[in-house]
């Protein structure tokens, strides 16, 4: 190996290691872990984003109203109450094509969820 194919190894090897330590990841088998991937490994779950907090609260006002229903009986008022309920659900859930019909989804959705609410409490 001649003195330069030998600084050109040394090169590609040092680029290398800095490129395993920038990504987090190391280059040997037996080499210990980086700060970076100690940090990784030990992650808690990911934090609550608005969307999810909103289907968890969906969740548990579809859950009061059904056992509402349940301990007192369905009437039409609440039948149609919940099937208004999924229907605006669904559409609100979806993909929207723009940003004003996913607003206007979104408000009958919320003006649903109230009314259910309403029958629940």
């Not at 090897?13 to 080499?31: E, I, K, L, M, V």
């Not at 808690?44 to 969906?58: E, G, I, K, S």
């Not at 993909?95 to 969820?113: G, H, Y």
């Amino acid at each position: 190996m001649t003195p330069q194919q030998r600084s050109d190894a040394a090169r590609k090897a040092a680029a290398s290691r800095r490129a395993n330590q920038a990504n987090g990841t190391t280059s040997a088998p037996g080499a210990r872990p980086t700060s970076r991937q100690v940090v990784n490994q030990y992650k808690a779950t990911p934090a609550p984003n608005y969307r999810d907090a909103r289907l968890v609260a969906m969740a548990a006002v579809e859950d009061a109203f059904i056992l509402k229903v349940k301990t007192d009986g369905i009437n039409d008022e609440a039948r149609d109450a919940y099937a208004r309920y999924q229907k605006l659900k669904a559409r609100a859930l979806a993909p929207a094509i723009n940003q004003e019909t996913q607003n206007e989804a979104d408000l009958a959705l919320r003006m649903s969820v109230l009314h259910l609410v309403k029958l629940a409490f």
